[in-house]
């Protein structure tokens, strides 16, 4: 069965960074447009970017833009998200999920078929 494990979550100021990491287990991972959501407290979760299968197309929310940056090695079955400038509204859980490459909609949570369990980032001020 399909397996996404994030990791590299963790507790830094404002103004930090972050990297975190996804591996993928039990599909064709190069097959797959992979992408980040977060669900921030009391919130639902959100859009926060994607990544074609071959890594030439990435896709961001604005109030992330500039500041992460979304990644993948199809060698190693990993999708990376690198997080700068954090801010304190950037705390969430964070979640990447894998969808089969198409013309769905990237940014639509129920596009996606498998999802991780999520990696905590925490902002402080």
């Known amino acids: 069965q399909v397996q996404l494990v994030e990791s590299g979550g963790g507790l830094v100021q404002a103004g930090g960074s972050l990297r975190l990491s996804c591996a993928a287990s039990?599909?064709?991972?190069?097959?797959?447009?992979m992408g980040w959501f977060r669900r921030a407290p009391g919130a639902e979760r959100e859009f926060v970017a994607a990544i074609s299968s071959s890594g030439s197309s990435t896709l961001y929310v604005d109030s992330v833009k500039g500041r992460f940056t979304i990644s993948r090695d199809n060698a190693k079955n990993t999708v990376y998200l690198q997080m700068n400038s954090l801010k304190p509204e950037d705390t969430a859980v964070y979640y990447c999920?894998?969808?089969?490459?198409?013309?769905?909609?990237?940014?639509?949570?129920?596009?996606?078929?498998?999802w991780g369990q999520g990696t905590q980032v925490t902002v402080s001020s």
């Open positions: 039990g599909l064709t991972f190069s097959s797959y447009t």
């Open positions: 999920a894998a969808k089969l490459s198409g013309i769905t909609n990237p940014r639509s949570t129920s596009n996606y078929s498998s």
